[in-house]
C-alpha cells in the first residue's frame, strides 16, 4: 500500500508522528514540509491531491490545524474524495461509503493517537459496492457533468446555459446521429486545456515561434499513437476537420483541373469527395461513381471498369452514409491497374477499424484520412495518414500550404483518444456498435420498412421511408425528434426527392453504444422508430415514446 502525505506548519508535528508510526506497515512517501516553519497549505495539499489522482498513491494523507484548507484544495482535483475524520466511525463510514482517498486531520482537534487510530482503520476499511453507494458515488463524481466547466456559471452565464442545455439534452435523449458520439471526460479536459494558449506554426522540433516544448511534447504523443493504433507509417495529425484532411491530400498530391473519381454525394458520399457546392469540386473536375442500381451496394468490376477508362489521379473511397464494407483489396488493385493514387476517407469507420470491427484501408491505401470524433469518439478534428515516401509532400500541404497555427490542446485530446483505443476493452465496443446496428436494422425492417441495399455491416444503416410510409426523410427525423429519437434526414442512392426533404433516413448506433446499450436495448429503439413512423402525426404516440426513451436512458448515462 502507497500513501502519500503532507501537512503545513500547524500539522508538521502530527505528520512527523503517523509518518514514524506506519513507514513500517507500507510505503509511506513524505511530502513536506521538512520543518515547522510557516507555509502554505495549498503548496503542500497540490502534491498529495497529484499523487492520489494519478495513481501514484492508493491514499493520501494531509493534516493542518483544522483539516479544512487541505482538504478543499485537495479535492478540486478529479478522482480525489478528501475528508475530513475526528473520529474511527467516520473514517469506517466514508471508506464504505464514499470512497474517499485522501484523510484530512486536523492537529488542533484530533490528538496523535486518535489520529493514528483514525488513519489505521481508513486504509483498512474496504469500500462497500452496494449498488446504491455505486450509483451515489458516480453522481458524486459526475456532478451531471457540470463541474468540468462550473467557473461559467458565475463568468459567463449565457454560454453556461447553453451548455448546461447540451448535457441535458444528451442526457434525456437518444442520439442516433451516425456522425456524432460522445468523448470521454478525459478528452474533453485536454481539449479544454491551457494548451489552446500556444501558438506553434511547424512541426515539432521546427516551430516558427519559442516555447514549444510542451505541445511538442502532445502532438508527438499523437502522432506516434495514431500510426502505433492504425499501423501508419506516417501521421499528420493538424488538420481541423475532416475536409481539411481531404483538402491536405489534394493539395499535396494532384493539380487544380486534375480527376478524382469518387462516390457521389447522392450514392453516400461526402461534400468533401466533389460536391459542386464544396472547395473540392470547385477545384478539381470531378468524376463521380455509384453504387449498383439493383443491390445498392459497391459494384467493383464496374468501378474498375470506369477507373481504367477515365484515368484518374486519386481514386477516393469512403462514404459518410454507406452501410456495408468496403473492399480496400480490391480497390488497391483496381488503381494499380489504373496508375492513380489510393485515397480513402475512413472518416466514419475510424473507430471500427481501430477496434477490428472493419478491414483497415491503411495497408493498402496511399493516403487515409479520418475526422476523430465519430466512431472513434474523441474531439472534433481531423487527421491523415500516408506511406512515408508522401510525408514531405502532406505536411507542407497542412502547414503552411492551408493552415496556419494548429490546435495543439484538441491535438492533445486526439492523443487521449488515440491512447483509450489501445486499451483491450475498446475492441469489445467497435464489435457492439455493429452488432447494435445489425439489431436495429433488422427490428426496424421487421416492421415493414425499406432498408437501403438490405442491411449494414458497420455502424449505420439507411431506411427508406418514402417507398415504405409515402413520407419524406425531413417529416420522418421530425417526429422522432418529437419523441426524443435523434437522427438525421438523408438522400439514398438514386433519390427522387431534393436534398432538403430527401427519401430516407441515416440511423447510427456508436452514440448509444457509449452509453452501454446491447442488443435488448437496440430492438427498443427499432420498434420506437417504427411505432413514431407508422403514424408521424400521432402526438400521443411521440409522447409515449418520449417518456419510455427518458426511463430508458437514465440508465446508460452518458461518459
Known amino acids: 500500500m502507497r500513501i502519500a502525505i503532507a501537512s ?71 478522482n480525489v474524495r478528501a475528508t475530513i475524520c475526528t473520529t474511527v466511525e467516520q473514517a469506517t463510514v466514508t471508506r464504505q461509503h464514499n470512497d474517499a482517498n485522501v484523510l484530512c486531520l486536523g492537529a488542533d482537534n484530533t490528538a496523535a493517537d486518535k489520529a493514528l487510530a483514525i488513519l489505521r482503520a481508513f486504509i483498512a476499511t474496504e469500500t462497500d459496492n452496494n449498488a446504491r453507494h455505486v450509483r451515489r458515488r458516480w453522481k458524486l463524481e459526475r456532478a451531471q457533468r457540470l463541474s468540468d466547466c462550473s467557473g461559467l456559471m458565475r463568468d459567463d452565464p449565457e454560454v453556461f446555459a447553453a451548455i448546461e442545455a447540451q448535457t441535458r439534452q444528451e442526457d434525456a435523449e437518444i442520439n442516433l446521429i451516425a456522425s456524432e458520439n460522445t468523448s470521454s471526460r478525459a478528452c ?7 494548451l489552446m494558449n500556444k501558438y506553434a506554426e511547424g512541426y515539432p522540433g521546427k516551430r516558427w515561434y519559442s516555447g514549444c516544448l510542451p505541445v511538442d511534447a502532445a502532438e508527438e504523443l499523437a502522432r506516434s499513437r495514431a500510426c502505433q493504433l492504425f499501423g501508419a507509417e506516417h501521421a499528420n495529425v493538424q488538420p481541423h476537420c475532416g475536409s481539411a484532411a481531404n483538402m491536405a491530400v489534394y493539395f499535396a498530391t494532384i493539380k487544380p483541373g486534375d480527376t478524382i473519381l469518387s462516390l457521389a454525394l447522392d450514392q453516400g458520399g461526402h461534400l468533401s469527395h466533389g460536391s459542386p457546392v464544396n472547395f473540392s469540386g470547385k477545384i478539381y473536375n470531378i468524376v463521380p461513381y455509384t453504387v449498383d442500381r439493383e443491390t445498392e451496394m459497391l ?37 494499380d491497374k489504373a496508375g492513380c493514387l ?20 491503411v495497408p493498402y491505401a496511399d493516403f487515409v484520412t479520418t475526422t476523430t470524433h465519430k466512431t472513434l469518439g474523441g474531439p472534433r478534428g481531423g487527421m491523415v495518414l500516408c506511406k512515408e515516401k508522401y510525408a514531405k ?40 456498435v455493429v452488432k447494435n446496428c445489425a439489431v436495429m436494422c433488422r427490428t426496424v425492417q421487421d416492421r415493414g420498412y425499406r432498408i ?97 426513451a427518458a426511463e430508458l436512458v437514465a440508465g446508460f448515462p452518458v461518459p
Not at 508538521?12 to 521538512?34: N, R, T, W
Not at 474533453?188 to 491551457?194: H, K, L
Not at 500541404?397 to 491535438?411: D, H, K, R, S, T
Open 8 to 78: 503545513d506548519h500547524g500539522g508538521f508535528e502530527m505528520k512527523a508522528a503517523l509518518v514514524a508510526a506506519i513507514s513500517g506497515e507500507c510505503e509511506v512517501q513524505d511530502l513536506g514540509p521538512a520543518s515547522g516553519e510557516s507555509c502554505d497549505y495549498p503548496d503542500y495539499a497540490i502534491p498529495v491531491a497529484k499523487a492520489v489522482a494519478s495513481g501514484a498513491a492508493d491514499f493520501g494523507v494531509l493534516v493542518c490545524r483544522s483539516g479544512i484548507g487541505m482538504s478543499m484544495t485537495a479535492n478540486r482535483f478529479q
Open 188 to 194: 474533453r479536459e485536454a481539449a479544454g486545456s491551457v
Open 299 to 335: 459494384d467493383y468490376d464496374a468501378l474498375e471498369r470506369q477507373a481504367l477508362e477515365v484515368k484518374p489521379k486519386i481514386l477516393l473511397t469512403g462514404a459518410s452514409a454507406y452501410p456495408r464494407k468496403i473492399d480496400f483489396k480490391r480497390i488497391r488493385e483496381t488503381c
Open 342 to 361: 489510393m485515397m480513402v476517407d475512413m472518416a466514419h469507420i475510424a473507430g471500427l477499424v481501430a477496434g477490428g470491427a472493419h478491414e483497415s484501408p
Open 393 to 432: 509532400a502532406l505536411d507542407s500541404a497542412v502547414f503552411p500550404g492551408m493552415q496556419g497555427g494548429p490546435l495543439e490542446n484538441i491535438i492533445a485530446a486526439k492523443a487521449v483518444c488515440f491512447r483509450e483505443w489501445m486499451q483491450p476493452a475498446k475492441k469489445d465496443y467497435a464489435q457492439q
Open 452 to 548: 437501403v441495399s438490405g442491411g449494414t455491416d458497420n455502424h449505420l444503416f439507411l431506411v427508406d421511408v418514402k417507398k415504405s410510409k409515402g413520407i419524406t426523410g425531413k417529416d420522418a427525423a421530425a417526429a422522432l425528434d418529437a419523441a426524443g429519437i435523434i437522427v438525421n434526414k438523408n438522400t439514398i442512392p438514386f433519390d427522387t426527392e431534393s436534398p432538403f426533404k430527401t427519401s430516407g433516413i441515416r440511423v447510427g448506433t456508436a452514440s448509444v453504444t457509449t452509453r452501454g446499450m446491447k442488443e435488448p436495448e437496440m430492438v427498443k429503439i427499432g420498434t420506437w422508430i417504427a411505432d413514431v413512423l407508422d403514424d408521424i402525426a400521432n402526438v400521443e404516440v411521440q409522447a409515449r415514446v418520449k417518456r419510455e
